[in-house]
């Protein structure tokens, strides 16, 4: 039974552990392990932790079929040995959940072009465990972290749970008692509170940088600005993940405007268009993010935020009076924004889709097939790429290219098993 929970820890080390909404995938070797000390190696990985734990286990297995010559160390550690095999969930789990704030960011970026896309494909497209709606998706939070990692983590993180369960069962029936000398059970008293506290020290850094943030954002209801900013300054330190994200400088932002209102630096210019849009006011938005995005053109946190506001110019218009509206599949007046947000943003699959398919509804088909063919470069889903092919067969039929554009279409069509996409079929079939 060790063996077999060896054998599973080796498989999770190469199975997906992190699903990108963009089609794109993360095993286990694939994802650097952060624990926020800055000491990023790109060999320090799940991966890594996932084969330490099996060979771990397949020792103990070893011991106990031919135990080792003067050492019993190995004999009937099955505890420490499912205790072990946990480590890498629980390690993923504080990273994603505490600590790495800015890949979690990146990935909501993806998931909420990948909504937005899928709502102008014109058909269905798979459900998420937890539905999400693209405007209304926040990881600023613990619990909004957490609903959006069960959307996104794949199988083969749930191979340590089973490893774990299988050693702490076979420890349960198989394990003896055994004498262990006084000289030992001394050591493994001084070592074991030693490992503990050093363990507590590494791991529990970006958990304080956060329980600071928590406090600031207290002192920021409470009207106690400065303490807040000190807070936040606290907070950076602890968790210099902290310092990429938009959330963090939305809420610096908010400190700085009210206790110097004539004074606006970047981070209140950020908080002021965050304010605009949560209103629904994304034209203001916009205008007051275009400061910040002349001085800092490629600040992570800067892009997110342009990149959000000009999505929300582009899928709804706002009247004179009244609420926003959400523009209909067939207008055109949404592509200068569509175009905005590829300049800010070249990996947006969502502005090169939009713009892509008013460009062909234009009757614009180079411009179609150039935003396609970027969509193409920058995504991985299977009905993203089914329907790019699909606008590209077509512009190549519109410009008088008929054998291109089938075999275009064709490729459109085997990126579709679930004949969701019935544009591409209808065109071949010549239905259309």
């Keep these: ?40 190696i790109g060999a320090y990985n799940y991966g890594l932790l996932c084969v330490c734990c099996a060979v ?88 909004g972290r957490a609903a959006f990692l069960v959307d996104q983590v794949a199988p083969g993180i749930f191979l340590p749970l089973i490893s774990g369960a299988i050693l702490l069962d076979y420890g349960r029936l198989f394990t003896t008692p055994t004498r262990s000398s006084t000289s030992r059970n001394k050591r493994t008293r001084f070592l074991l509170p030693l490992i503990g506290a050093v363990g507590v020290v590494l791991l529990l ?54 206790l110097d209102p004539e004074r606006l630096v970047a981070d209140s210019h950020i908080y002021l268009a965050y304010t605009y849009r949560i209103q629904g006011d994304y034209l203001d938005s916009y205008i007051e993010l275009l400061g910040v995005r002349q001085s800092e053109p490629n600040t992570p946190w800067v892009v997110s935020e342009m990149s959000v ?30 175009q905005s947000l590829t300049q800010v943003d070249d990996s947006n699959v969502y502005g090169h889709y939009l713009a892509g398919r008013i460009d062909y509804n234009l009757h614009n088909f180079t411009a179609c097939m150039s935003q396609m063919t970027a969509l193409l470069r920058w995504s991985s889903d299977m009905n993203e790429q089914s329907s790019a092919y699909t606008y590209l067969g077509l512009s190549e039929i519109g410009l008088g290219n008929e054998a291109k554009g089938r075999e275009l279409l064709l490729k459109a069509v085997d990126l579709d098993p679930s004949y969701r996409n019935n544009t591409a079929r209808e065109e071949i079939s010549g239905l259309r």
């Design 1 to 40: 039974m060790p063996l077999m929970a060896a054998s599973l820890m080796l498989c999770s080390s190469c199975l997906p552990w992190l699903n990108d909404p963009l089609g794109k995938w993360y095993s286990a070797w694939s994802l650097p392990v952060d624990i926020g000390w800055q000491f990023h």
């Design 56 to 143: 771990y286990a397949s020792l103990i297995s070893y011991a106990s079929w031919r135990p080792f010559k003067g050492s019993s160390y190995f004999r009937q550690k099955y505890v420490p040995a499912a205790l072990l095999c946990l480590i890498p969930i629980i390690i993923f789990l504080l990273q994603y959940l505490f600590i790495d704030m800015h890949d979690i960011d990146l990935l909501t970026q993806h998931k909420i072009q990948a909504k937005l896309i899928s709502g102008h494909l014109g058909y269905g497209s798979p459900s998420d465990l937890i539905p999400i709606r693209p405007f209304y998706l926040d990881t600023s939070t613990i619990v």
């Design 205 to 258: 850094r970006g958990p304080a940088g956060l329980a600071c943030a928590f406090e600031a954002k207290a002192s920021l209801s409470s009207g106690q600005y400065a303490q807040a900013l000190a807070w936040l300054d606290a907070a950076r330190t602890l968790n210099p993940n902290l310092d990429q994200v938009a959330y963090y400088h939305r809420e610096r932002g908010e400190a700085l405007y009210y």
């Design 309 to 338: 506001t000009l999505e929300g110019l582009a899928e709804f218009t706002h009247p004179l009076r009244g609420p926003l509206v959400k523009r209909p599949m067939n207008d055109d007046t949404s592509l200068p924004w569509a």
